[in-house]
Structures are given as structure tokens and as C-alpha cells.
């Protein structure tokens, strides 16, 4: 009980800390916005022609938004390495609050700011024309995944953050982003991929998340899908999360 | 009736690595209710003890116990029990200080009634209830230790660790902080385990004192009791021509009727003497015969400073900077 509190209150701090620097989300929709916009503009037209994607807009929606999530998990990282440099995670490792709450507290706060942008990427797509097959259903879904991957991928700014100390190395974990993206079907189904990339993208689990939203909103409700899309998520969260632990207890031992 | 011990070490060791031996052995055994002084250098080891009695850093051997709870087995619940205002007031700037306070108690699994109460009085006694609402990024240096010392005092821990609470403060700030030391102490029975550089601080607050150098602990006992323990005076003859002549004056001074110790140091001889105030004529018309030229020649009582020096060789503030000059 003592840990979801804490866990609760420490979100709940990240989350004001977030209110209070809105340039930071500001860039966090900018990016991904500006990348969606740029593509859907640049390949829509011909998309349907030259690798059968009739509604290109639905189809890049889901990369706008784990680029989002990516872009939060890198002030995840720098939101740490701040408090350690300022003492203050050290005030926080004084409390009797457990371990696991100072690691889920501001991963929790990235999450929903994750799901936050989610709803304004949504909202952008859906007044553009992207259509949800799934229905609020498939909204109500693809918040709950990218809440978790949310969580999941701000534990690797956190454990860099954690063992390094270093505001750069901190938002690496976005950088780490770009090759799962490029390495999984974010801009052309895998199927017409050269093998050696067909065959990276099928073991990235980036892959599958992407897949899993596509479905949602192309073509409808889907069990396997979405099982896919959660089980890489929970695949990477639990490497992730033990990562962030092991920083934690070098950290303080 | 005997006094219960709020903190007790015994053969504490840090080692970073074998060459950097933060803390060398020290045993320390603290009673209930007492402001307790760690007075030593900057590098000397005082920040680590501390960090090992607050269970942030693991003791490479060695054990020590707090409120009668191991700090090793029983972090959880020792942690429950003290305060602590570490070196670096360690705040978040975002937070306004009436929000840091708030979320230091609810960690404490405090409830929110209490703990806005608990803030609006503690805002009160540090004097920020004004500022209470402000961003902490606006504070000034001392209104952020005195906001650390209220998060510590959040869920009314009877130990308390407080590590170096008023270096580079204003004076004001700094009798502030004192002052309210000594009302938790006395009306609230709160200990302090207290590290400070200062001199002054150490002997106006601490009921006992460790003097610690080079990880050791090289004097322990109350402030008069180790300023007693000179029992001389003690002379300082400033000359400034040559080592030479300083090292002739201290071998001088040494058969002098009276005198106890003799060091030699930077730009001076200092002369640990009986009666020091009838032994300056003495001294003067000595150094006179032999040709050395006095530059200045000054009476003290003996400080916390002079407990140092004779125990290390060294001034407080010298051991810093070579301290200093040895991590750089």
C-alpha cells in the first residue's frame, strides 16, 4: 500500500514539474507532429501505388505517436540526473518510501504525459481523416499501450540516468529510438523489405506495437494484435525495468 | 539513571579504494538528547560517516547503529527515524516550498490534514511562511537551507543529521539555524549529529565533539573539556624573514621555563606556555638576544583550532586546502 502511495504522490510531483515546463512538451508534439506531417505529405500520394497503403495517414498515426512517447522518455532520464546533481534524489533515498516507488513515480508521470500527447496526435489524425475502425475502443486501447510503453521506454533513460549521471548520456535513450523505429515497418509494410531488414524488423519489438495500432485503426478490434503489441511491450518493459533496478542498487550501494 | 545511546559506531570503515580511505575506523557512541559536533576539514571524512549513519552509503566494514537499529539490517526503519539536511540543501527548484514540504510528509505515509499542518508550523519556524507558495528556484541560498531543514524536520524525527547546515550562509541565517537547533534540542529532546568546518559553530552548539582528520577521529569530548586539555596558553610570534629563523625561534622557545609544545608553521611559532600572559616578555627578550626579528607577537586562550593543531600539525583551515590540493 505504502508503495502505490508513494508512487502516486512521486507521479503526481512529476507531473507538476512537467506543467511547469511546457516548452518541454511543446518540443515533444512538435517533433513528432512535424515528422507526420512531412511524410504523410511527402509518400501519401503514392503510397497506395507503390506498396498498397491506400490510407498512408492511419498508417504513419501510430509512428507519430511512439516517436512522442520516445521524446518523453529522454526528459525521464534528465529529470533524474537533475535531482541527482541537485541532492535531491538523495533526499528522496532518505525517505521510507520503497525503492520501486522512486523508479515508478516519475516513469508513472512519463507514462500519462505519454498518453496525453497520444490524445493530441489521436485528435490531429482523427480531424485529418485517419479514421479509427476500432472505435473508442480502439482509442481506449491504443492509450492503454502506449501508456505502458511509456513506462517501459523511459526505463532506459532512467537507468542511464541512474549510472551516469550525465545529463547527455540521460537523453540517449531517445537517440537509442531512431534505429528500432528505422529497423521496423514505421514507413512501408515489411513484407517488401530486402531480407536482412524484413528479418531485423521481425525481431524488433517495435515491429510489433506499430502493428498492433495499425490494425486498431485500419481495420478494426483485434485479440492477436493487440496481444502482440502488448507482449513486446511487456518483453521490453521487464528488460527495461530490471536495467533501471540494477542502476538503482549500484547507485546506492 | 542512565542515558540511552541514539548513535553508536563501531570500526566504521570507507575505502572508495584502497588508496582513498575516506573513513579509517572510527567508533563513536552518542547519547540521547545531545547536540553532537563533527568538526574537522574539508576531504577529512566527515560527509561519508555521515552518508554511512544515514544508510545512503554502505560501510566497507565496521557497524554502527542508529536509535538502536542497524543501519545496514534496518535501513527501512532507520530511515523512518532520523531527519536529514544533507551538505547540498537537496530541493526540487520546481516545487514551491509549501509543495516539497507536502510531499516530503505524504512519503512518511503521513495524512494530509497533519501534514499541511505540519508544514504551515515548520514554514512558520523557518521563516518562510511568506515565500511558502514561491517557486524554490527563487529562494536564496539561505532560505533554501532553512527550507531542508524543515523538510528533515517534516515527520519529527528525535535524530537528526544535519551536514554542514550553514556553510557559506549569511550570519543572520546562520544564528537562525543555530537558534533553532538548540529550541528542538532542548524543548523537543531532538539529538543532532551536527558536521561542521566551523569553529565557532562547533563551540557554541555542540554539547560533545569528535574532531576527525584524514578519516580518523583525532580529539572527542565536550569544547571545553578539549580546550582544557591544552592547559596552557597559548602565544603566536609572527616572524616572517626566513624558515631558518623560525625553526631557530622554536628551538628556543622550547627550553623555555613553562613551555609545553612549540609548532612552527607557515609565517609563524606558536608556543603552548604556562602564565602565557607573564612569558611574552620572556619570549620577545629571547628572540631580541638571538637576533631574530619578532614581527608581531599575540596572546590567546587556547581554541578548538589550537586542539586541532596540536593534535594534527596543522590549522582547520590549512588541512582544507590541503585536502583541497590533494584531490585536485
Same mark, same amino acid.
Given at each position: 500500500?505504502?508503495? !502505490?502511495?508513494?508512487?502516486?504522490?512521486?507521479?503526481?510531483?512529476?507531473?507538476?514539474?512537467?506543467?511547469?515546463?511546457?516548452?518541454?512538451?511543446?518540443?515533444?508534439?512538435?517533433?513528432?507532429?512535424?515528422?507526420?506531417?512531412?511524410?504523410?505529405?511527402?509518400?501519401?500520394?503514392?503510397?497506395?501505388?507503390?506498396?498498397?497503403?491506400?490510407?498512408?495517414?492511419?498508417?504513419?498515426?501510430?509512428?507519430?505517436?511512439?516517436?512522442?512517447?520516445?521524446?518523453?522518455?529522454?526528459?525521464?532520464?534528465?529529470?533524474?540526473?537533475?535531482?541527482?546533481?541537485?541532492?535531491?534524489f538523495d533526499k528522496l533515498l532518505l525517505t521510507?518510501?520503497?525503492r520501486?516507488?522512486l523508479?515508478?513515480?516519475?516513469?508513472?508521470?512519463?507514462?500519462?504525459?505519454?498518453?496525453?500527447?497520444?490524445?493530441?496526435? !489521436?485528435?490531429?489524425?482523427?480531424?485529418?481523416?485517419?479514421?479509427?475502425?476500432?472505435?473508442?475502443?480502439?482509442?481506449?486501447?491504443?492509450?492503454?499501450?502506449?501508456?505502458?510503453?511509456?513506462?517501459?521506454?523511459?526505463?532506459?533513460?532512467?537507468?542511464?540516468?541512474?549510472?551516469?549521471?550525465?545529463?547527455?548520456?540521460?537523453?540517449?535513450?531517445? !537517440?537509442?529510438?531512431?534505429? *528500432?523505429?528505422?529497423?521496423?515497418?514505421?514507413?512501408?509494410?515489411?513484407?517488401?523489405?530486402?531480407?536482412?531488414?524484413?528479418?531485423?524488423?521481425?525481431?524488433?519489438?517495435?515491429?510489433?506495437?506499430?502493428?498492433?495500432?495499425?490494425?486498431?485503426? !485500419?481495420?478494426?478490434?483485434?485479440?492477436?494484435?493487440?496481444?502482440?503489441?502488448?507482449?513486446?511491450?511487456?518483453? *521490453?518493459?521487464?528488460?527495461?525495468?530490471?536495467?533501471?533496478?540494477?542502476?538503482?542498487?549500484?547507485r546506492t550501494? | 539513571?542512565?542515558?540511552?545511546?541514539?548513535?553508536?559506531?563501531?570500526?566504521?570503515?570507507?575505502?572508495?579504494?584502497?588508496?582513498?580511505? +575516506?573513513?579509517?575506523?572510527?567508533?563513536?557512541?552518542?547519547?540521547?538528547?545531545?547536540? =553532537?559536533?563533527?568538526?574537522?576539514?574539508?576531504?577529512?571524512?566527515?560527509?561519508?560517516?555521515?552518508?554511512?549513519?544515514?544508510t545512503l552509503?554502505?560501510?566497507?566494514?565496521?557497524?554502527?547503529?542508529?536509535?538502536?537499529?542497524?543501519?545496514?539490517? @534496518?535501513?527501512?526503519?532507520?530511515r523512518?527515524?532520523?531527519?536529514?539536511?544533507?551538505?547540498?540543501?537537496?530541493?526540487?527548484?520546481? @516545487?514551491?516550498?509549501?509543495?516539497?514540504?507536502?510531499?516530503?510528509?505524504?512519503?512518511?505515509?503521513?495524512?494530509?490534514?497533519?501534514?499541511?499542518?505540519?508544514?504551515?508550523?515548520?514554514?512558520?519556524?523557518?521563516?518562510?511562511?511568506?515565500?511558502?507558495?514561491?517557486?524554490?528556484?527563487?529562494?536564496?541560498?539561505?532560505?533554501?537551507?532553512?527550507?531542508?531543514?524543515?523538510?528533515?524536520?517534516?515527520?519529527?524525527?528525535?535524530?537528526? =543529521?544535519?551536514?554542514?547546515?550553514?556553510?557559506?550562509?549569511?550570519?543572520?541565517?546562520?544564528?537562525?539555524?543555530?537558534?533553532?537547533?538548540?529550541?528542538?534540542?532542548?524543548?523537543?529532546?531532538?539529538? =543532532? =549529529?551536527?558536521?561542521? @568546518?566551523?569553529?565557532?559553530?562547533?563551540?557554541?552548539?555542540?554539547?560533545?565533539?569528535?574532531?576527525?582528520?584524514?578519516?580518523?577521529?583525532?580529539?572527542?569530548?565536550?569544547?571545553?573539556?578539549?580546550?582544557?586539555?591544552?592547559?596552557?596558553?597559548?602565544?603566536?610570534?609572527?616572524?616572517?624573514?626566513?624558515?631558518?629563523?623560525?625553526?631557530?625561534? +622554536?628551538?628556543?622557545?622550547?627550553?623555555?621555563?613553562?613551555?609545553?609544545?612549540?609548532?612552527?608553521?607557515?609565517?609563524?611559532?606558536?608556543?603552548?606556555?604556562?602564565?602565557?600572559?607573564?612569558?611574552?616578555?620572556?619570549?620577545?627578550?629571547?628572540?631580541?638576544?638571538?637576533?631574530?626579528?619578532?614581527?608581531?607577537?599575540?596572546?590567546?586562550?587556547?581554541?578548538?583550532?589550537?586542539?586541532?593543531?596540536?593534535?594534527?600539525? @596543522?590549522?582547520?583551515?590549512?588541512?582544507?586546502?590541503?585536502?583541497?590540493?590533494?584531490?585536485?
Open positions: 500500500m505504502n508503495a !502505490l502511495l508513494s508512487t502516486f504522490h512521486l507521479m503526481n510531483r512529476g507531473l507538476r514539474e512537467a506543467m511547469r515546463q511546457p516548452g518541454v512538451e511543446l518540443t515533444n508534439i512538435f517533433i513528432p507532429m512535424f515528422f507526420f506531417a512531412v511524410t504523410v505529405g511527402a509518400i501519401g500520394s503514392v503510397a497506395g501505388m507503390a506498396f498498397g497503403v491506400d490510407n498512408f495517414l492511419a498508417f504513419q498515426m501510430p509512428v507519430a505517436i511512439l516517436q512522442a512517447v520516445a521524446g518523453t522518455s529522454g526528459s525521464a532520464g534528465l529529470g533524474t540526473v537533475t535531482d541527482i546533481e541537485r541532492g535531491y521510507p518510501a520503497p520501486i516507488s523508479l515508478l513515480g516519475r516513469l508513472s508521470a512519463d507514462a500519462v504525459r505519454a498518453m496525453g500527447l497520444t490524445v493530441l496526435i !489521436l485528435l490531429a489524425g482523427l480531424a485529418a481523416g485517419s479514421g479509427m475502425e476500432a472505435g473508442i475502443i480502439g482509442i481506449a486501447a491504443i492509450l492503454v499501450l502506449t501508456g505502458l510503453f511509456g513506462l517501459a521506454y523511459s526505463a532506459i533513460g532512467m537507468a542511464i540516468a541512474l549510472r551516469t549521471g550525465s545529463p547527455q548520456a540521460a537523453q540517449l535513450s531517445f !537517440l537509442i529510438f531512431f534505429p *528500432l523505429l528505422f529497423l521496423s515497418p514505421a514507413f512501408a509494410p515489411k513484407e517488401i523489405f530486402a531480407g536482412w531488414l524484413e528479418f531485423l524488423a521481425t525481431i524488433n519489438p517495435v515491429t510489433y506495437i506499430l502493428q498492433g495500432m495499425r490494425h486498431l485503426i !485500419l481495420e478494426g478490434w483485434s485479440w492477436g494484435s493487440f496481444a502482440g503489441a502488448l507482449g513486446s511491450i511487456l518483453g *521490453l518493459g521487464a528488460f527495461t525495468m530490471t536495467m533501471s533496478f540494477a542502476a538503482l542498487r549500484w550501494s | 539513571m542512565s542515558t540511552a545511546t541514539a548513535i553508536l559506531a563501531e570500526g566504521l570503515v570507507k575505502h572508495f579504494t584502497p588508496e582513498i580511505r +575516506a573513513v579509517d575506523g572510527i567508533d563513536l557512541s552518542i547519547e540521547e538528547g545531545c547536540i =553532537f559536533g563533527f568538526l574537522g576539514p574539508n576531504g577529512s571524512g566527515k560527509t561519508t560517516t555521515v552518508r554511512m549513519l544515514t552509503l554502505r560501510p566497507t566494514a565496521g557497524r554502527a547503529e542508529v536509535g538502536g537499529l542497524d543501519v545496514e539490517r @534496518q535501513a527501512g526503519e532507520v523512518r527515524r532520523i531527519g536529514v539536511a544533507l551538505q547540498e540543501a537537496g530541493l526540487d527548484d520546481l @516545487q514551491t516550498g509549501r509543495e516539497l514540504l507536502h510531499l516530503q510528509g505524504r512519503l512518511y505515509a503521513l495524512d494530509l490534514g497533519h501534514v499541511k499542518r505540519r508544514a504551515s508550523h515548520l514554514l512558520d519556524v523557518v521563516d518562510l511562511a511568506q515565500d511558502a507558495d514561491r517557486a524554490i528556484k527563487t529562494y536564496s541560498g539561505g532560505m533554501k537551507r532553512r527550507l531542508d531543514l524543515a523538510a528533515a524536520l517534516m515527520h519529527e524525527p528525535k535524530i537528526v =543529521f544535519l551536514d554542514e547546515p550553514t556553510t557559506g550562509l549569511d550570519p543572520i541565517s546562520r544564528e537562525a539555524i543555530w537558534s533553532e537547533v538548540r529550541r528542538l534540542n532542548a524543548d523537543e529532546k531532538v539529538t =543532532f =549529529f551536527l558536521t561542521t @568546518q566551523y569553529l565557532e559553530e562547533a563551540d557554541r552548539l555542540a554539547d560533545e565533539l569528535a574532531i576527525m582528520n584524514h578519516g580518523h577521529i583525532v580529539a572527542e569530548g565536550t569544547p571545553q573539556r578539549l580546550k582544557a586539555e591544552i592547559g596552557t596558553d597559548v602565544v603566536t610570534v609572527r616572524i616572517e624573514r626566513s624558515e631558518a629563523e623560525r625553526v631557530r625561534a +622554536a628551538e628556543l622557545l622550547r627550553g623555555l621555563d613553562g613551555s609545553e609544545d612549540v609548532r612552527t608553521l607557515e609565517d609563524s611559532v606558536v608556543v603552548y606556555i604556562r602564565e602565557g600572559r607573564r612569558a611574552i616578555a620572556r619570549i620577545v627578550l629571547l628572540l631580541d638576544e638571538s637576533a631574530i626579528q619578532v614581527d608581531e607577537v599575540s596572546l590567546t586562550h587556547p581554541t578548538l583550532d589550537d586542539v586541532f593543531l596540536r593534535k594534527t600539525g @596543522q590549522h582547520i583551515v590549512d588541512a582544507a586546502t590541503a585536502a583541497e590540493a590533494d584531490s585536485s
